[in-house]
């Protein structure tokens, strides 16, 4: 195995006197990759909307991990003010290490549906609010040797096609085109972030990861963040030859996040596309594409009102 190619999601490189943000940390992935990164030693911000799922989720991590470094900030995704406002909060931490844009509507609504800020909610909460928050922390990031962002994608950008004039599916709404659609503009946005960060002379990398398929009844308990009935691990168990636990579907985003091997730019995922060890892996055609991804850059600049990295004409 190539040197690049070896590492232990068991055994992380210690991550003392770091700081990761993760956004939608209460619950799933978000929940089980600040675990991971709270264990390896980093201080670790959770970002979320409810300030009761974040306290529990702060106190399971606390009792996880003896003298875990836990804070939180109020984020809701969806809504521009609060990212704009977290982004103010996050910008006067010392350092920022690692930003993991992680929250996710993964159970989007079955009629298109709009946030106050006038956009289609699930690419609002998935992406655009994210393309925002980046945007609002990248002072701190470059202030930091060695920072990364690492955004979330999915295996649904192999199963749809995108509709690049129809970012806000205005036209044609299914909840599951919503979702596929704003995962294919996450990892769109994290290749097309890597380039323009590059291109800019900074320092901050870009990398993309996705958790194959991960879900709850598959995942360990945790008290009041992860508990669920008899009868959904029962039936999640059926499942068990192509899924996988939470906590596993968390080992591609820390490895994008803390391995010292990784690059910016690259993506990675569970070796068996739906479950496995992380490993490096080849995006879909879509998100590699360089026109579509300066389509949705250019909607998320318009959509957020948040210009970032403009390229500098040549
Ligand atoms: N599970 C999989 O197999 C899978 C596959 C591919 C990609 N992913 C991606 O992985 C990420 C996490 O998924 P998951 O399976 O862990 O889902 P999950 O268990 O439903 O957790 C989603 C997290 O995002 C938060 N969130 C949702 N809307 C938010 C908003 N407007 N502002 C702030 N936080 C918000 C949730 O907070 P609340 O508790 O407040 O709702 C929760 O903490 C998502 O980006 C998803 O697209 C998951």
Redesign the pocket.
Known sequence: MAPSERWDPERLPSQAGRTAVV?????????FTSLQLARAGARVVL????EK?AANARAAIRRAVTGAQVDVVR?????LS?VREAAGELSRLDRLDVLI???????PPRGRTVTADGLELVG???HF?HFALVGGVLDVLERTPGARVVT?????TRLVRLDVDDLQLERRYTGWRA?AQ??IM?WSFGLELDRRLRASGRGTRALVA???????GRTPIVRGVNEPGVGQRFVDNLQASF?QG?DR?AWPTVRAAIDPAADGGESFGPRYLVKGAPVRETPAGVVRDRATAAAIWAESERATGAPLLPLSPH
């Open positions: 956004t939608g940390a209460n619950a799933g992935l978000g929940f970002a979320c909307r409810d799922r984020l809701d995704t969806a809504d609060s844009t992680n929250a996710g509507a993964v159970h609002a909460t998935n609010g979330l994608g999915s295996i649904a979702y704003s995962k996450a996705h958790p194959g398929y991960s879900i709850t899924t939470k579907g």
